[in-house]
Nanobody, 111 residues
Framework: QVQLVESGGGLVQPGGSLRLSCTSS????????MAWYRQAPGKPREWVAG???????NYADSVKGRFTISRDNAKNTIFLQMNSLKPEDTGVYYC?????WGQGTQVTVSS
């Protein structure tokens, strides 16, 4: 059974950066488009960024120009580089592919 494990979350000041990772124990990413989602307290989960099998990417307007999604197939890992973080980026971040979800990693942007 495929498992996705996120890491890299934490507390960062506004304007700072974090890099999230999502790792699979099997060669999952080469066969599936992947996405990052986030859920802020009291709000529904929202899509943040996606990457296709071919490597094309797209982003929610709220993060465009600040976040970058990428993949390293050799390491069975996808990344979300987050720069110029804002308090409204706070939430639990999840990776997803073919309806398989990770457990999430908390990102808190606060001074």
């Amino acid at each position: 059974q495929v498992q996705l494990v996120e890491s890299g979350g934490g507390l960062v000041q506004p304007g700072g950066s974090l890099r999230l990772s999502c790792t699979s124990s099997v060669r999952f990413f080469t066969m599936n488009a992947m996405a990052w989602y986030r859920q802020a307290p009291g709000k529904p989960r929202e899509w943040v960024a996606g990457i296709s099998i071919a490597g094309s990417t797209n982003y929610a307007d709220s993060v465009k120009g600040r976040f970058t999604i990428s993949r390293d197939n050799a390491k069975n890992t996808i990344f979300l580089q987050m720069n110029s973080l804002k308090p409204e980026d706070t939430g639990v971040y999840y990776c997803e592919g073919s309806s398989v979800w990770g457990q999430g990693t908390q990102v808190t942007v606060s001074s």
